[in-house]
């Protein structure tokens, strides 16, 4: 009787999970998207969910980091107006600067807003957000070195699988008889 209720809870429990984990996975909010790249430029916009509103005040921004080799950064579109950029070569920031001003963005809508260059390949980067509503943060495709990791588990399960090949000798004479 105790192995049944346990395997009941487990289930329930396993259920749960999953239901959180693909809620999460269609829950809405404000994000940076990536827009293009290419030619070593990265186009970004703002997106705005249906039903909702964004208002940045003076001094509040959105920020990319964990980015790599970053020469430059300008506003455009929606934002030209209300908002500067400023960067550094592994983050860009984009502040509102009018004094005593809101600017907003009713959804759904993708506002253009940010040109990014750099000659790094596409990966993945971080971005925050800090408006009225509050702070929202995830992640975008940007130009960033992949991580040493990454190289290791592309490179190393190749290399790992050769060596198996050698040095596994049935295998080897099946694959390779002469």
């Known amino acids: 009787m105790k192995h049944r209720e346990l395997y009941r809870r487990s289930i329930r429990v396993g259920s749960l999970i999953l239901f959180l984990t693909l809620a999460s996975a269609f829950a809405f909010g404000e994000s940076i998207v990536l827009i293009s790249h290419g030619a070593?430029?990265?186009d970004y916009?703002?997106?705005?969910?249906?039903g909702s509103r964004v208002d940045f005040f003076t001094g509040q921004n959105f920020s990319l980091t964990g980015l790599s080799g970053v020469t430059g950064a300008t506003v455009s579109g929606g934002f030209l107006p209300c908002f500067t950029a400023s960067f550094t070569s592994s983050s860009v920031t984009v502040t509102q600067t009018i004094p005593n001003t809101s600017c907003g963005f009713i959804g759904p809508t993708t506002v253009s807003t940010l040109e990014v260059s750099s000659l790094a390949p596409l990966g993945t980067v971080d971005f925050a957000i800090q408006v009225a509503q509050g702070n929202f943060s995830?992640?975008?495709g940007g130009p960033a070195v992949p991580e040493p990791s990454s190289l290791l588990d592309i490179f190393g399960s190749g290399a790992f699988a050769s060596l198996g090949l050698m040095f596994n000798g049935r295998l080897r004479q099946k694959l390779f008889r002469r």
């Open 40 to 42: 070593g430029t990265f």
């Open 45 to 50: 916009g703002l997106s705005v969910p249906s």
């Open 138 to 140: 995830g992640a975008v």
